[in-house]
């Protein structure tokens, strides 16, 4: 049976939808439709039920990790950010649950494009992409929530972020790995820019490591890879028709510990996602033909598609 939040909150469209599955459990949050004001929930293996009208949409709902309980986050073309927690209606196992709106993000003027959370070994984080140009990081702790607001991020507004894995390169096989959570941020703007934030705990903020270019028009989406190998990967989809995977390797200069490379990958059709992998080493694309391709890193470095799917 279909859990519906029948009124999302939200004043404005839910443009993108994200389909993810909770992984401690058998709730698949699933997307309907792209002109959707609903937030449909649906208990697997049930399939689609018909949607009739569109009540409240929103750009992005992406699920929290189940360390943090059942909690999930929408984001509209009204500006605001929304939490949301799962809670039973009976003390039964098998009823539905409902979703009950327990923090609302104002911090935003625009349209909120993207929220993305971060893993979980950083703690309850969740940063925010806006069409305002800011990057908004909210954080659960202590009760509360918090905030960090990146102000002109891109100045012609923000498409997407994605977070870094909480691991520093190359630790999963070093002698001596350093210790905590990494706190780092990509996103993509439509100034053409590709730009990576790191957090400094000093500071209590997050400021700009690096500045990627390339791109000749907007930077519609950002994936960092969840590798912990010797590399970062970094993929950028943009309207120019290319995808950048942006490759990291280190240098001699302190200042610059770190440098970015590119390979593009031409396509026929503007781009609109990319994602990684759990493995970090297989890449999706789609585009505006309604396709998607998988692309796969060789053993000469060079990046081949291994698979087409066609609508």
Not at 78 to 89: M, Y
Not at 194 to 200: A, E, H, L, R, Y
Not at 258 to 279: G, P
Request: net charge neutral; charged share 15%.
């Amino acid at each position: 049976m279909a859990q519906v939040i029948t009124n999302s909150g939200h004043d404005d469209m839910i443009a993108r939808w994200r389909r993810m599955v909770r992984i401690m459990g058998t709730s698949l949050l699933n997307p309907v439709s792209q002109s959707l004001y609903s937030v449909p929930l649906f208990l697997y293996p049930q399939a689609h039920p018909k949607t009739t009208r569109p009540p409240n949409p929103t750009t992005n709902r992406p699920q929290a990790h189940p360390k943090f309980g059942p909690i999930l986050a929408s984001s509209s073309y009204d500006g605001r950010v929304l939490i949301w927690r799962s809670t039973p209606t009976t003390s039964s196992s098998n009823s539905p649950s409902t979703f009950q709106k327990v923090f609302e993000s104002t911090l935003h003027t625009a349209s909120v494009n993207l929220v993305a959370w971060a893993p979980h070994e950083c703690g309850c984080l969740l940063a925010c992409a806006s069409s305002d140009g800011c990057i908004s990081v909210l954080e659960f702790q202590d009760g509360s929530w918090n905030h960090v607001v990146l102000k002109g991020a891109h100045g012609l507004g923000v498409n997407s972020v994605s977070w870094a894995p909480s691991a520093r390169p190359g630790s999963l096989v070093s002698a001596s790995p350093e210790k905590g959570a990494l706190r780092r941020i990509v996103s993509g703007g439509s100034d053409c820019l590709v730009k990576i934030w790191d957090w400094s705990p000093e500071n209590k903020t997050y400021h700009l490591t690096n500045t990627l270019t390339g791109h000749s028009d907007w930077v519609r989406d950002v994936s960092w890879s969840p590798t912990i190998l010797a590399k970062s990967y970094i993929a950028s989809a943009s309207q120019d028709k290319t995808v950048r995977i942006w490759t990291s390797s280190p240098t001699s200069d302190p200042s610059h510990p770190v440098e970015w490379k590119s390979v593009a990958l031409a396509f026929d059709a503007v781009l609109w996602r990319v994602s990684w992998s759990l493995s970090g080493n297989v890449l999706a694309v789609s585009g505006g033909d309604n396709k998607v391709s998988l692309w796969k890193e060789n053993l000469a470095g060079e990046w081949d598609c291994v698979k087409w799917i066609e609508e």
